[in-house]
């Protein structure tokens, strides 16, 4: 490996110090809170091993070649997603794609950093012994109670967000190297270490055998075109396709790496976190259903409440008593909190590597002032679970302030920023320069054909279906 003093390239910019450090922080942007809550429930409402079958097949066919697009166009423009599709396309409208992307990235911090808070705080609930019910208390209110104690008292909410911006923007300030890579190649075997460990916890619990019939055995009969284009969207958000983090990231990387192996690793390791996650969540429910008569559909919760609520009720009736609680309920917020500050750290790199490519800022400079104007913004979406009324559920705007900014953000932004991206490199760039750029690394693309086809027609035609079945969805009021 050539780490050394190297750490500029030709336009003075950082540089990963090795693929692999480039891969994992890739794959620490697409592991996040999607994978471990957001794709198990997602898989469980869906048809079980149908939707998971389903899922695999779009990661592959769709989401593997967007992600190469991504990390061609960073490679080949060598800057962030602005500057990237400007130096690719001068004197062309094309940089707004790339605007919409950091854009894009900067409202989501605003949101991501306040559920990234919480796992922070109940990471330190758990190791402190939170998670134990007091004697003569239901477990279900008291878990009810702390949550809402939480969000209703934003004191503690705002202080985590605060941490959690804090540890982003110092990570983010201190450089690729020196910053990012560093704290990823610690952070993405610990998350590997718990998973482990949180498994192994979960397949020896009674009805695990349950659960795993229920995650995994196709249930064929429920998958419909909605499951399908379900599947096609969740495999687009849990990759952090469509605002330009691969651009960003991949701008960093040395002109002799392999693009498509490493496209592959990423997307080959966001998947198995996202099975694996399935393997922690469903026996640790059935265990649930099986020892506490608690039924079924209460315990499928979606989101927050399965983490926040249910999850920690599980925790605390696993057997070993008090030492078990803390162990597993410590290893499993901060498992959580890891993933959030890797995913994190992508989106303030996007925004920030924009500020110092296409602002000439210091990167110092760029990412605290980024961080002290994210956690400001932070703020009023940390109030909208019923702190503020009118920010919150039937207030203002109908849903929460949170759930606004989400819909726009993961639903609206991302797509029609990944259909940009996809038309650019299929259509309006050149996908002869784009396969130069790749073989640089890879003289013999195999693939090349296939991946001009796919990026070409069925990428496009996919996102557009995804795109369009949001927006009747929002409109619908789902
Ligand atoms: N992939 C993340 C997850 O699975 C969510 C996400 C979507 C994301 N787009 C992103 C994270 C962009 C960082 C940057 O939870």
Redesign the pocket.
Known sequence: MSTSSDNNNSNGRGLWGSRLAFILAAAG????????W??PTAAAENGGGGFVLIYILCIVLVGLPVMLAEMVIGRAGEKNPVGALKHLKPGTPWFLVGVLGVF??FV?LSF?TVIAGWTVYYFIQAAGGGLIVPEGQESAEYFGGLFREMTANPGYEILFVAVFTLATTAIVAAGVQKGIERSIKVMMPVLFILLVLLIGRAVTLEGAGEGFRFYLVPDFGEITWRTAVFALGQA????????G?MITYGSYLRKEECLPSSAGYVVAT?TLI?VFAGLIVFPVIFFMAATQAVPLDDLVAEGAGLVFVIFPQILSELPGGTAATILFGAAFFLLLAI??LT??I??ME?VTAHLVDDWKLDRRKAAWGLGGIIFVLAIPSALSFGAVEWLSEGGRFGISLFDLLYTL??QLF?PVGALGLAIFVGWAWSLKKASEEIQKGTPNFRLEKLWHFMIRYVAPVAILIILINQIVGILGGD
């Open positions: 942007s697409a592991v996040g809170l999607g994978n471990i957001g794709f894009t990235g989501i991501y687009f958000f849990s990759l952090s396709l469509g605002m983090v966001d996202a993933a959030a995913s994190a992508s989106l996007v953000t993961f991302l």
